[in-house]
């Protein structure tokens, strides 16, 4: 009997596949999300700051923020292996799961060098710029992210629309960011939103 | 009043879109959740804030990164008003009796409403004006406190009921 089929066969799994129950598969997808949340909407939030939104918030507090990301990072990878064992066979079959994994990694590691880099930046006094690949580490968190995410939520379709939702995905993206710098530039060319603005 | 829900819960045009393009319920699906970790990320770290996590930030500062956190928001109605709206794409469904029916799409609205209920409570009690002086290092008052955690609470909540939808009962 293969290390398959006796995970298959264990009443934990057997629980998590079959049990009615919401504290069950639901629950768990659900700390899934949780999890989500503390990695992907912490690290999103700080690598926005670092490309300039809200620039006034002071780099070396937010450090203590990576902390919550790291155990978002750990609740999601038990709450996902538990996912996994409950249709490994399934998961294990799919290549998409496999870029799924890939993606996460490289987003784990844009966050590990936005830390480095940025805040390791912040805590020497006096440099108070952000250096240029500062930036771009913390674009490439945004972007890896959007891929993981996508990834993700296509796991259970079929091929086709896994690629037709890639493909709308990132028109739509290109479409909301063009869309917003040309907004946020009109903003800032009207003297009326510019006013407040010099006053304060 | 089911007439009424009947009439305007089901939006035709919204079934058609999501039944012609194979791409759009989960492109929607990818819409929800990237909003959602923009919308609770950012509201979250705004209420640990002022729950006093990483009180070296000054709070006013903080305010200016919301507005990427309504951003997720407006994702998350447009894509949740897409899936309600146009369920009937995805299972042959009335949304009315999904909504009748389903006890976690209920409480999910429910907190929903709170949230935005406490939102108001955070406005009109002049909280939001009170954190505006809270600076590095300084607590927000408790009513503050207060309200933050309940935001917190609440929005975790609505993640909770939203991932318990599709596991409630749909149909009669």
Known sequence: MSFLDWLDNTSFVIWIRES???FAYPTIIAFHT??????????????????????????PPLDRFFRLMWIGFWISAVSGVLLLASDVRGFLDNPVFYVKLASIAVGVFMVWMLRRLVFREAAEPGRRPISSAGKTVAAGVLVTWLVALTVGRVLAYDRFIQWQ??????????VMLVAGFVGARALRATPAAAAPRTAR | MEAFLRYWMLWPSVERFLKAYAWAWPLMEVLHFVGLCLLIGIVGMFDLRLLGFAKGIPVPTLRKLLPWGVFGFVLCAVSGLAFVTGIGANISIHPYVVLVNDVWLQWKLVFIVLAGLNLL????????????????GQDAPRLAKVIAGASLFLWLGVMYFGRLIPWGQFGE
Not at chain 1, 34 to 59: H, I, W
Not at chain 1, 165 to 174: N, W
Not at chain 2, 121 to 136: K, L, R
């Open chain 1, 20 to 22: 009615t129950s919401v």
């Open chain 1, 34 to 59: 949780f999890s989500l949340v503390l990695l992907v909407g912490l690290s999103c939030a700080v690598a926005l700051r670092t490309l300039g939104v809200a620039r006034d918030v002071p780099l």
């Open chain 1, 165 to 174: 939702t890639a493909g709308a995905t990132l028109v739509l993206a290109i």
């Open chain 2, 121 to 136: 409570a955070f406005h009109m009690t002049g909280a939001s004006d009170a954190v505006e002086a809270v600076g590095a």
